[in-house]
């Protein structure tokens, strides 16, 4: 049996067992040895590698290939651990994400090319990347990036342990025009973000904006490592319980991106560090059309929305969590436990 055929063989195996068990490191191996020697060598590296801290959302040159370098089944196996590392909502925002890189090649004529002179704009040039050796037992990660998406995962004994930080952007936020006019790929995040803060009272509001002036970017950029911000903003004890809902659905929202085991445990985590510890900020314009900007903190999450570029059309999301991104909290307690 050729390796292409074995290759077949367990992704066939795979497409039964998806949605039964979360056998992680399994689509990983199947996704490496799907490629050649040489685009494996490209996509894997160590697990304590400067590279998987490498954190971006911008149109760059980055490592690892791209779904223009792979065949059939290697699409097949790069998309069945990406299928499995999300939720069904997480994949869609994904998919459309990357659909926008054709929207913004019509909207800027394909006018602007990278250093290479490759188009900038490229609905394919999304790189996967495998920190460590995917095996039953070890701890490895494995990272999906590309303009406006970054997604960063370690795992162990087949379950996901670190998820973030996780990037998800919208350049059009609204598509102005063309076959896609009125989509909005981060339409939720947008609307209930406003249906929150409409639902403060004058006493609340003034808690929970910082600043009439949106930040031009989210604040934390793609730092490594980020800290508390500042001001608090409103708390999560000062809400009705009708605000205190809408508040848990916006964070249901983000934290509903990930496949449900990791969702339910991220959610957990909230829970035992304090629900009422967790607060809610808000910058800029109280009305869409305007730059704005609000984030959601607490003693283990920041979670920011930013849409102030192109006129208030250009929508950059992230989840940060304060105590384990990039896997860095689980991994040194492997350590620590295992010298």
Same mark, same amino acid.
């Given at each position: 049996?050729?390796?292409?055929?074995?290759?077949?063989?367990?992704?066939?195996?795979?497409?039964?067992?998806?949605?039964?068990?979360?056998?992680?490191?399994?689509?990983?191996?199947?996704?490496?040895?799907?490629?050649?020697?040489?685009?494996?060598?490209?996509?894997?590296?160590?697990?304590?590698?400067?590279?998987?801290?490498?954190?971006?959302?911008?149109?760059?040159?980055?490592?690892?290939?791209?779904?223009?370098?792979?065949?059939?089944?290697?699409?097949?196996?790069?998309?069945?651990?990406?299928?499995?590392?999300?939720?069904?909502?997480?994949?869609?925002?994904?998919?459309?994400? /990357?659909?926008?890189?054709?929207?913004?090649?019509?909207?800027?004529?394909?006018?602007?090319?990278?250093?290479?002179?490759?188009?900038?704009?490229?609905?394919?040039?999304?790189?996967?990347?495998?920190?460590?050796?995917?095996?039953?037992?070890?701890?490895?990660?494995?990272?999906?990036?590309?303009?406006?998406?970054?997604?960063?995962?370690?795992?162990?004994?087949?379950?996901?342990?670190?998820?973030?930080? %996780?990037?998800?952007?919208?350049?059009?936020?609204?598509?102005?025009?063309?076959? &896609?006019?009125?989509?909005?790929?981060?339409?939720?995040?947008?609307? /209930?973000?406003?249906?929150?803060?409409?639902?403060? %009272?004058?006493?609340?509001?003034?808690?929970?904006?910082?600043?009439?002036?949106?930040?031009?970017?989210?604040?934390?950029?793609?730092?490594?490592?980020?800290?508390?911000?500042?001001?608090?903003?409103?708390?999560?004890?000062?809400?009705?319980k009708t605000q205190k809902n809408l508040f848990l659905n916006l964070l249901d929202l983000y934290l509903g991106n990930y496949e449900a085991k990791f969702s339910k445990s991220l959610k957990s985590k909230i829970e035992e560090a304090?629900?009422?510890?967790?607060?809610? &900020?808000?910058?800029?314009?109280?009305?869409?059309?305007?730059?704005?900007?609000?984030?959601?903190?607490?003693?283990?999450?920041?979670?920011?929305?930013?849409?102030?570029?192109?006129?208030?059309?250009?929508?950059?999301?992230?989840?940060?969590?304060?105590?384990?991104?990039?896997?860095?909290?689980?991994?040194?307690?492997?350590?620590?436990?295992?010298?």
């Amino acid at each position: 049996m050729t390796i292409k055929q074995s290759v077949v063989s367990l992704l066939a195996l795979i497409t039964f067992q998806i949605g039964q068990a979360q056998e992680l490191h399994v689509l990983a191996e199947t996704f490496l040895l799907s490629l050649t020697d040489e685009l494996r060598q490209e996509a894997q590296f160590k697990l304590n590698d400067d590279e998987r801290f490498n954190f971006n959302y911008v149109p760059l040159e980055r490592k690892g290939p791209t779904f223009n370098d792979f065949d059939a089944i290697q699409k097949e196996a790069a998309l069945a651990l990406l299928k499995t590392s999300l939720s069904k909502e997480g994949l869609r925002k994904t998919s459309e994400i /990357m659909d926008l890189e054709d929207v913004l090649a019509l909207i800027e004529k394909n006018q602007l090319t990278m250093p290479d002179g490759s188009p900038m704009r490229d609905a394919l040039n999304y790189h996967f990347c495998i920190f460590g050796n995917p095996t039953a037992k070890d701890f490895w990660g494995w990272r999906f990036e590309g303009h406006h998406l970054s997604l960063n995962f370690v795992a162990s004994k087949g379950t996901i342990l670190s998820a973030t930080p %996780t990037f998800m952007g919208s350049n059009p936020g609204i598509v102005p025009h063309g076959q &896609s006019k009125g989509k909005q790929v981060l339409q939720k995040e947008t609307e /209930m973000g406003f249906s929150f803060v409409h639902s403060l %009272t004058e006493p609340q509001l003034a808690q929970a904006l910082f600043a009439e002036k949106a930040p031009y970017e989210i604040i934390t950029g793609n730092q490594r490592t980020v800290s508390r911000p500042e001001p608090d903003g409103i708390s999560f004890t000062d809400l009705s319980k009708t605000q205190k809902n809408l508040f848990l659905n916006l964070l249901d929202l983000y934290l509903g991106n990930y496949e449900a085991k990791f969702s339910k445990s991220l959610k957990s985590k909230i829970e035992e560090a304090g629900i009422n510890k967790l607060s809610f &900020s808000w910058a800029g314009s109280l009305k869409p059309g305007k730059g704005h900007y609000y984030r959601i903190y607490g003693p283990t999450i920041l979670i920011e929305y930013d849409n102030t570029q192109n006129n208030a059309n250009h929508v950059h999301t992230v989840v940060r969590d304060l105590t384990n991104d990039f896997g860095q909290d689980i991994l040194k307690q492997h350590y620590r436990h295992s010298h």
